[in-house]
């Protein structure tokens, strides 16, 4: 599965919207891109995946750059709870199904 | 829909002592998968299983490490001996199966705090 970059923590204030970025200029054309996040404690969450589209879910905005090289996930109106560490993932489906956590992005929302 | 359940929550144990962990996953989830996660870093997969085979269990230390999910529903997650790295959480998800990317969405439990002592 190709890598990912992603800044190592962002802050970002409550009711604006968060963007996280992340790079992954080796991807290859059947891999898909993953966003997981994880709250303090508490197991990763599944937030939203894409392949070459935008995507749009009740939690999130990913944004896929036309070469596929870089996206961006969007949280509309960050709240206090978004507080994590976000994971951006790529993978192929059909390889063992098996996740390559990097070191994510630890986002602060502050009031 | 329940969530994939794990248990215990939090563990402290001694070195060369030996623990065990349960896992529940999603009902009607073919893929269950347990990862380790060491403090500060990223989760890093130790085995998976697809009904109840295993699909890859390339980063499973064998020699204290052992896994089994015999009725292709729940799993346990043993290690004997302990040692003090491997205090860790450990993680269990699970994923509807394979074939498409919404199958193979991976869902975690809250997983099991390890401290060894």
């Known amino acids: 599965d190709a890598k990912t970059t992603q800044p190592t923590s962002m802050d970002c204030a409550e009711g604006r919207a968060a963007n996280l970025p992340c790079n992954h200029s080796?991807?290859?054309?059947?891999?898909?891109v993953y966003w997981y996040r994880q709250i303090h404690s508490q197991g990763p969450q599944y937030i939203i995946h894409?392949?070459?589209n935008n995507e749009t879910n009740e939690m999130a905005s990913l944004i896929i750059t036309e070469d596929r090289k870089s996206s961006t996930l969007i949280l509309p109106h960050a709240t206090l709870r978004d507080t994590a560490v976000y994971y951006c993932?790529?993978?192929?489906?059909?390889?063992?199904?098996?996740?390559?956590f990097g070191g994510g992005t630890r986002l602060m929302v502050k009031p | 829909e329940a969530g994939v359940a794990q248990s215990p929550r939090y563990k402290i144990i001694e070195k060369r002592q030996s623990v065990a962990f349960w896992c529940n996953p999603i009902?009607?989830?073919?893929?269950l998968y347990w990862y380790q996660q060491i403090l500060g870093q990223g989760p890093k997969l130790l085995i998976q299983?697809?009904?109840?085979?295993?699909?890859?269990d390339s980063q499973l230390p064998k020699d204290r490490f052992s896994a089994e999910r015999l009725k292709g529903v729940d799993s346990t997650l043993k290690i004997q001996p302990a040692k003090l790295e491997d205090s860790a959480v450990y993680l269990c998800?699970?994923?509807?199966?394979?074939?498409?990317?919404?199958?193979?969405?991976?869902?975690f439990g809250p997983g099991t705090r390890l401290l060894v002592l």
């Open positions: 080796t991807i290859s054309g059947n891999e898909y």
């Open positions: 009902s009607g989830h073919a893929t």
């Open positions: 998800a699970s994923s509807l199966g394979i074939g498409t990317s919404v199958r193979e969405t991976q869902y």
């Open positions: 993932i790529v993978r192929v489906n059909n390889a063992g199904n098996m996740l390559t």
């Open positions: 299983f697809q009904n109840n085979g295993v699909v890859d």
């Open positions: 894409g392949l070459k």
